[in-house]
């Protein structure tokens, strides 16, 4: 074929033409360029980023997931301090000083083949005067709380941190989410003796989130979040309130209050 039947450029053309790559080899020299910058920025902040979410607490519990474990140890830390004499620790064992010169020691069992037995236990608080210890448990998957008599050393399980009546007689937990808890609200109740469980409810319907408030020694005002039409999955969530309280029959549920009982 002869040659000359090919398409040709002039010398003005070829000049646009190369303008034009010049562009686009630089545009992609900058693209490249800040795609490493990022990369770098990243790794370099890397532990920063993670150090700073382990330090989201709420009060003396972790409530991030990202570095938790180095969160729980920084808020044991500084609660031991507050109590020292009364809690220490000594590798994977937590020491707690009890009445009358006697000790309880919860040692950590981080047992990969029996994960059922797994349990890790960090100092939260000490709840004066109802003179209990206040420890976190960590399960293999999930965990929960014990309060811990200082007088006698008895290990009550409970499902999250207790919100406690004015009088202190009584204390409610909400455990409420997705996976790895009991979700269910518990009320108990403090005599001589100690703890006992008083009521317990598992909510019948999906609960967003769930959060108490003693509104009276025999009163909690429960907020659940709930959808907005159950059965509509683009439905929005609404807070709806309703109350627990304690009866002569024992604790109930009332969707409002009467204020002449």
């Not at 140890?73 to 009890?98: C, P, S, T």
């Not at 006697?102 to 000490?126: A, E, G, M, P, Q």
């Not at 989410?177 to 409810?201: E, T």
Request: with cysteine.
């Amino acid at each position: 074929r002869d040659l000359h039947s090919f398409p040709t450029r002039r010398s003005s053309d070829l000049y646009k033409l190369c303008m034009l790559n010049a562009k686009q080899v630089w545009a992609g020299f900058f693209i490249v360029f800040v795609i490493f910058f990022e990369m770098l920025i990243n790794s370099s902040w890397a532990g920063t980023v993670t150090r700073t979410e382990s330090h989201k607490k709420q009060g003396n519990s972790c409530i991030s997931v990202v570095g938790k474990s180095n969160c729980l140890k920084d808020v044991e830390n500084n609660r031991m301090r507050k109590y020292q004499g009364w809690v220490k620790r000594e590798g994977d064992a937590l020491i707690l000083q009890l009445d009358y010169g006697k000790t309880l020691r919860l040692k950590d069992n981080r047992d990969h083949k029996n994960v059922s037995k797994w349990i890790t236990y960090s100092f939260r608080d000490f709840l004066y005067p109802m003179n209990y210890y206040l420890i976190e448990e960590g399960y293999w998957e999930g965990g929960g709380y014990a309060l811990i008599d200082r007088k006698y050393g008895n290990l009550y399980k409970i499902d999250d941190v207790p919100i406690f009546s004015p009088d202190s007689r009584h204390f409610i937990t909400v455990s409420i989410c997705d996976a790895y808890c009991p979700y269910r609200l518990q009320v108990w109740k403090r005599n001589n003796a100690g703890l006992d469980l008083a009521w317990s409810f598992t909510p019948y319907e999906y609960w967003a989130s769930g959060k108490a408030k003693w509104i009276g020694k025999r009163t909690i005002k429960i907020t659940k979040k709930v959808k907005q039409a159950p059965k509509d999955p683009y439905a929005g969530w609404i807070d709806h309130v309703f109350y627990i309280k304690l009866m002569s029959e024992g604790w109930r549920i009332f969707n409002q209050l009467d204020k002449k009982k």
